[in-house]
């Protein structure tokens, strides 16, 4: 019984041993030139809506994105949601709509102009839906695509961006 223990203690002390020179030998391969991203900043871009109008067939609007980051964005979806509001409380609808227009490698201090439309017949009739409080989400990836640079910004648009300009 005091073998077997001792053996055991031994095969655990390896896999510890181990498992700490794989994670050095993988830790040593990442690329030293590649930027480190800082996660401390949460706002990436700015999201503004130039103009909106208000049609028969729905919304329409001209979104600009800015890149406020150090960093290249590689590739991004924008979505642009509508409110509901249930009594006092409101949360993001399930439907959200991809602008167009969007580019790749979106630089440092870059601007892009993006275009969103919100169909009439996913809103109308439904008195839960609130049209003036639209949100925003942006899913994208900072200097490469890889699951460790990707990031997620979201918030809701100004309510005096959301008005028709004359």
Request: hydrophobic share 35%; aromatic share 10%.
């Amino acid at each position: 019984m005091k073998r077997i223990n001792i053996i055991l203690s031994c095969l655990f002390i390896l896999c510890v041993i181990i498992s700490a020179y794989v994670g050095f030998a993988i830790g040593n391969n990442i690329k030293k030139d590649s930027k480190l991203i800082d996660y401390s900043n949460t706002t990436w871009a700015s999201i503004h809506i130039k103009t909106i109008q208000h049609m028969p067939s729905g919304i329409a609007c001209s979104i600009t994105l800015k890149n406020n980051s150090d960093y290249v964005i590689k590739q991004n979806s924008l979505y642009v949601r509508y409110t509901i509001t249930e009594g006092n409380s409101a949360r993001a609808s399930e439907a959200k709509f991809e602008t167009t227009g969007n580019k790749l490698d979106i630089k440092p201090n870059e601007e892009v102009l993006l275009f969103c439309f919100i169909p009439l017949e996913s809103y109308k009739d439904n008195k839960n839906i609130d049209v003036t409080r639209l949100q925003y989400e942006i899913k994208g990836y900072l200097n490469e695509v890889t699951t460790l640079n990707h990031f997620t910004q979201a918030g809701y648009f100004p309510k005096e961006e959301l008005q028709p300009k004359e």
